[in-house]
Structures are given as structure tokens and as C-alpha cells.
């Protein structure tokens, strides 16, 4: 079996090379990024808050042993909002756009945001290697914390009044998802096979989230410099 330490330390290393050649990262920091490009990113944002459910209850559909799917399925009914339609995270997002005074999402969703949803539902549906699905899910869980972070630094300060709930409740959140999903991979690669299947997921998990921010930095014209537009 793989020590988690191990797990922890290499998927975190490649996550930290994405955020480093990432020209969105590049480009979204502190007073940088101004009240325009903050806007039109929580509205575009708003089509993959609402996604996320459907990627985790489709992960789970795929798992085979009790452990991994208890596991997710909690993490499911948090997203859910515990039951209460009210205090899903989609719900929370939206809350944080209507206490800001933003649109509540946009009417159509971005191409880029279709296709980072779509590629990743096919592969998850269609991998056969369920160690694969697992390091697909991965990916989003490591990244979330450290790009969440770097995200609402730079947006924060344009918004004060606004419910934060959405953003603060994440950033703890993840931790414990980041810490509950490196020991299931650990249980997944107590081989060499399943260890391999696991990295491939998170290296094709990883590559939908790079696009999807490169993407994302064209349609919000970002430079590294950061006009603050």
C-alpha cells in the first residue's frame, strides 16, 4: 500500500505545476483584478457550482466498495445541503452573488464550462478503471482549496458586505474532503495497478480543470500584469 504521506505529496506537487504555469493564477491576484472582471467571473462561475452534485453522485454510481461510496455519498449530502434546498452549496453560491448585488448566473452557459462539465462526465462514466474515476474526483478536491484561496483573495475586497459563507465554508470543507479522499486512495493502490489508475485519473482530472482556466483566462481578457479592468 502506498503511505499517504506519499499520495498527499505527489498529487499536491502537481497541483501546485498547474497553478504555477497557470496564466489565470498568473493573472488573478489581489489588486489585479478589479469589480468588472469579478463580476463576470462569479456569474460565469455560477455553471459549475451547480455541476458539481451531478460529478460526485456520478463518481459514486461507479464505486464497488462500501467504504469509498459511504465516504462520497456524505460528501454528496453536503453538497446537497444536508437535505435543506436551502443550504445547498449552489444555494449558498447564490447567496453570496445576491447579498453582493449580481446577477444570479448567467442565462446561457460559457462553451468552456460545457465542455470542462461534458469531459468530465464521459470519462467518469466511461473509464473502465474505477481507481481512475477516483483520481478524476481527486483532482478537484486538491485543487479546490488552493484555488478557491487564491480566488477569493482578489475578489473578496470587492464585495465586503456580501455573504462570504460560500467561500469560507469551503475552504474548511476541503480539507477534510482532501484528507478523506487520500485515504481511499490509499485503499485503491495497495497495488502498483491500482496506484497507476489512480494518477491517471487525477493527471485527465487535472487537464479539464487547466483548460477549463485557460479558457476561462481568454473570455475574461486577463493579462499577467493585471490591468484591473
Known amino acids: 500500500m502506498v503511505p499517504e504521506k506519499e499520495i498527499k505529496d505527489k498529487l499536491n506537487g502537481w497541483v501546485d505545476d ?51 461510496r459511504t465516504v462520497l455519498a456524505v460528501n454528496l449530502y453536503q ?46 462514466q466511461q473509464t473502465p478503471s474505477v481507481g481512475a474515476v477516483l483520481g478524476a474526483l481527486a483532482a478537484g478536491e486538491f485543487l479546490a482549496q488552493p484555488a478557491l484561496s487564491r480566488i477569493y483573495q482578489a475578489l473578496q ?35 502498483g495497478k491500482g496506484w497507476n489508475e489512480v494518477q491517471e485519473g487525477f493527471r485527465l482530472g487535472l487537464s479539464a480543470w487547466e483548460e477549463y482556466f485557460e479558457q476561462l483566462s481568454l473570455f475574461l481578457a486577463l493579462e499577467p500584469s493585471g490591468s484591473g479592468k
Open 157 to 191: 475586497p470587492h464585495y465586503p458586505e456580501a455573504d462570504q459563507e460560500y467561500f469560507t465554508k469551503h475552504l474548511v470543507l476541503e480539507e477534510d474532503h482532501v484528507r478523506e479522499i487520500t485515504s481511499l486512495i490509499a485503499l485503491q493502490a495497495k497495488d
Open 18 to 68: 498547474l497553478i504555477g504555469r497557470s496564466p489565470f493564477f498568473h493573472a488573478w491576484k489581489p489588486g489585479q483584478v478589479g469589480p468588472s472582471l469579478s463580476e463576470k467571473f462569479l456569474v460565469s462561475f455560477d455553471s459549475l457550482v451547480k455541476s458539481f452534485p451531478a460529478l460526485i453522485a456520478a463518481g459514486l454510481s461507479r464505486m464497488t466498495d462500501e467504504t469509498t
Open 79 to 124: 453538497e446537497c445541503g444536508e437535505g435543506d434546498v436551502r443550504r445547498t452549496h449552489h444555494a449558498i453560491y447564490r447567496k453570496f452573488l445576491s447579498t453582493a448585488g449580481l446577477p444570479a448566473g448567467s442565462s446561457t452557459e460559457d462553451p468552456f464550462s460545457a465542455q470542462w462539465r461534458n469531459g468530465l462526465f464521459e470519462y467518469i
